[in-house]
């Protein structure tokens, strides 16, 4: 049996909270209605007291927390249990609540109903001109607003019914709001499903895809950009686009109604974006280089790049690559300084060395970026075969070939040594190999030349290719 309550649920739910979180909590655990237990009173002073509590084992032991709730009383391990259990039932009520009561329709939709029962004409009226009034002034305009649409046209024909009034019918505003609502979901779960099967290999049974695609083609998309951006989310995932037309229109929709989405489904298609605009790089469709600079560009305006203010290693130094690749060095340099804060801090500092190295190589500033290479010193294995690989350029482009030769060796050992992926460690031999074999093939040996020009063609997988024959071309071939 276990000392400490670390691993309660309860504490996962408490360290996710913020001081407000916690203030409103309270509140909450004070009403009567909610909860009427001293003990879960207490055990949230107790939580909430201190900012390093929850983080803490020494104050999470189960006697210490027992001392500040029931002091004076011998421990009960049974009855600090069942005060876990009624603090955790009221902690999650609380957080459904907030849920429930963020969008100022959910209580609105209750009310017209708990109204309409009672047979409060005049109340039930009053509420359902409010409800529509917050579905005017509403800014997102995704599928949960056009379900809460089609719920508050039902309420309302339930009330036309009951009371048997003469006005028209709704019926096609009805049927239009649950349409809405269904289309964007069923793209929207079909992006997914597309998404997962490129990942992982696996088939889906995508119902009725067909019919829906045909009717979403005969809808004016200018009046519903969420419908739109899925739409073109699909369809760049499934249409053959060298131009990147679809990629495109979704990112001026995303540009220009971006805001009709939360937080959550913006960032949600960036990401679908973004991996549209790579599985097509990956296919050597160049128009998409420049489309996954502005995706990215545009995502770091919207702030949805970063989760929680941090982000992740691969997603800075794909950032940093994409722009390279389109020599955009002022930009580049200008994302180093402004963002590299959000990255966690074990990886931060070599991040940013390699970032800069990346950037000072494209430039030929040799003098500034070798230092920080040869500090470069990450854990993931793969990271640091980057950083010596760039090394490995470095000193065939400035013909330091001892230094070549020996880099190339320290690498070598450096593959052997690492768990690495079977791709990975082809990978990086073959870019070591056959750099070795190009600095040993001296000027006007054309025959070796092209033996080599048609070894490097057919070598797979060579993430370096291009530059392995931008060197053989140096030689006049």
Same mark, same amino acid.
């Given at each position: 049996?276990?000392? #400490?309550?670390?691993?309660?649920?309860?504490?996962?739910?408490?360290?996710?909270?913020?001081?407000?979180?916690?203030?409103?909590?309270?509140?909450?655990?004070?009403?009567?209605?909610?909860?009427?237990?001293?003990?879960?009173?207490?055990?949230?002073?107790?939580?909430?007291?201190?900012?390093?509590?929850?983080?803490?084992?020494?104050?999470?032991?189960?006697?210490?927390?027992?001392? %500040?709730?029931?002091?004076?009383?011998?421990?009960?391990?049974?009855?600090? %249990?069942?005060?876990?259990?009624?603090?955790?039932?009221?902690?999650?009520?609380?957080?459904?609540?907030?849920?429930?009561?963020?969008?100022?329709?959910?209580?609105?939709?209750?009310?017209?109903?708990?109204?309409?029962?009672?047979?409060?004409?005049?109340?039930?009226?009053?509420?359902?001109?409010?409800? %529509?009034?917050?579905?005017?002034?509403?800014?997102?305009?995704?599928?949960?607003?056009?379900?809460?649409?089609?719920?508050?046209?039902?309420?309302?024909?339930?009330?036309?019914?009951?009371?048997?009034?003469?006005?028209?019918?709704?019926?096609?505003?009805?049927?239009?709001?649950?349409?809405?609502?269904?289309?964007?979901?069923?793209?929207?779960?079909?992006?997914?499903?597309?998404?997962?099967?490129?990942?992982?290999?696996?088939?889906?049974?995508?119902?009725?895809?067909?019919?829906?695609?045909?009717?979403?083609?005969?809808?004016?998309?200018?009046?519903?950009?969420?419908?739109?951006?899925?739409?073109?989310?699909?369809?760049?995932?499934?249409?053959?686009?060298?131009?990147?037309?679809?990629?495109?229109?979704?990112?001026?929709?995303?540009?220009?109604?971006?805001?009709?989405? #939360?937080?959550?489904?913006?960032?949600? /298609?960036?990401?679908?974006?973004?991996?549209?605009?790579?599985?097509?790089?990956?296919?050597?469709?160049?128009?998409?280089?420049?489309?996954?600079?502005?995706?990215?560009?545009?995502?770091?305006?919207?702030?949805?790049?970063?989760?929680?203010?941090?982000?992740?290693?691969?997603?800075?130094?794909?950032?940093?690559?994409?722009?390279?690749?389109?020599?955009?060095?002022?930009?580049?340099?200008?994302?180093?300084?402004?963002?590299?804060?959000?990255?966690?801090?074990?990886?931060?500092?070599?991040?940013?060395?390699?970032?800069?190295?990346?950037?000072?190589?494209?430039?030929?500033?040799?003098?500034?970026?070798?230092?920080?290479?040869?500090? /470069?010193?990450?854990?993931?294995? /793969?990271?640091?075969?980057?950083?010596?690989?760039?090394?490995?350029?470095?000193?065939?482009?400035?013909?330091?070939?001892?230094?070549?030769?020996?880099?190339?060796?320290?690498?070598? #050992?450096?593959? %052997?040594?690492?768990?690495?992926?079977?791709?990975?460690?082809?990978?990086?031999?073959?870019?070591?190999?056959?750099?070795?074999?190009?600095?040993?093939?001296?000027?006007?040996?054309?025959?070796?030349?092209?033996?080599?020009?048609?070894? /490097?063609?057919?070598?797979?997988?060579?993430?370096?290719?291009?530059?392995?024959?931008?060197?053989?071309?140096?030689?006049?071939?």
């Amino acid at each position: 049996m276990s000392s #400490t309550v670390e691993k309660n649920p309860l504490i996962s739910l408490y360290q996710s909270f913020d001081k407000s979180d916690g203030r409103r909590l309270g509140k909450w655990l004070d009403g009567p209605t909610h909860n009427q237990r001293e003990d879960v009173r207490a055990l949230h002073a107790y939580l909430t007291g201190n900012d390093d509590r929850l983080y803490e084992t020494s104050a999470l032991t189960k006697t210490r927390i027992w001392k %500040r709730i029931f002091p004076g009383e011998d421990f009960d391990d049974a009855r600090l %249990r069942q005060t876990f259990h009624w603090a955790l039932k009221a902690t999650e009520a609380f957080i459904a609540y907030e849920h429930w009561n963020g969008r100022a329709i959910n209580p609105q939709l209750s009310l017209i109903s708990g109204l309409r029962q009672r047979g409060l004409l005049s109340a039930t009226q009053r509420s359902i001109r409010k409800a %529509r009034q917050l579905q005017e002034r509403a800014t997102i305009r995704n599928e949960t607003f056009h379900r809460s649409q089609y719920q508050l046209e039902l309420e309302y024909d339930e009330y036309r019914v009951y009371h048997q009034l003469l006005e028209k019918p709704r019926f096609q505003e009805i049927a239009d709001s649950l349409d809405l609502s269904y289309l964007i979901e069923k793209l929207k779960v079909s992006c997914n499903m597309l998404f997962h099967a490129r990942v992982y290999r696996e088939e889906f049974d995508v119902h009725f895809l067909d019919e829906v695609l045909e009717y979403v083609r005969r809808f004016d998309l200018d009046k519903y950009p969420a419908l739109a951006i899925y739409f073109y989310i699909y369809r760049g995932f499934t249409e053959a686009d060298e131009q990147g037309e679809n990629i495109s229109l979704l990112r001026d929709t995303v540009s220009t109604h971006g805001d009709s989405l #939360t937080a959550i489904d913006r960032r949600y /298609v960036f990401l679908m974006a973004i991996n549209i605009c790579i599985s097509n790089m990956n296919l050597g469709q160049e128009a998409y280089i420049r489309e996954s600079f502005e995706w990215y560009r545009l995502g770091l305006e919207q702030d949805v790049i970063a989760k929680h203010g941090q982000m992740t290693r691969t997603t800075y130094l794909n950032i940093v690559s994409n722009a390279i690749k389109l020599k955009e060095y002022d930009w580049t340099a200008g994302f180093i300084e402004t963002y590299t804060h959000q990255l966690e801090e074990d990886v931060r500092e070599n991040t940013e060395r390699f970032a800069r190295a990346r950037l000072g190589y494209e430039q030929k500033d040799y003098d500034t970026i070798m230092p920080l290479l040869v500090q /470069v010193d990450f854990k993931h294995p /793969v990271y640091n075969l980057l950083a010596k690989t760039l090394l490995l350029k470095i000193y065939y482009e400035l013909d330091e070939y001892d230094a070549l030769d020996s880099q190339i060796d320290s690498m070598m #050992t450096y593959i %052997r040594r690492k768990e690495l992926s079977d791709l990975h460690r082809d990978n990086f031999n073959n870019i070591a190999r056959l750099t070795r074999q190009l600095s040993r093939i001296g000027p006007g040996r054309k025959g070796k030349l092209t033996a080599l020009r048609k070894k /490097v063609e057919a070598t797979s997988p060579l993430s370096d290719k291009k530059w392995l024959l931008e060197q053989i071309d140096e030689f006049g071939l």
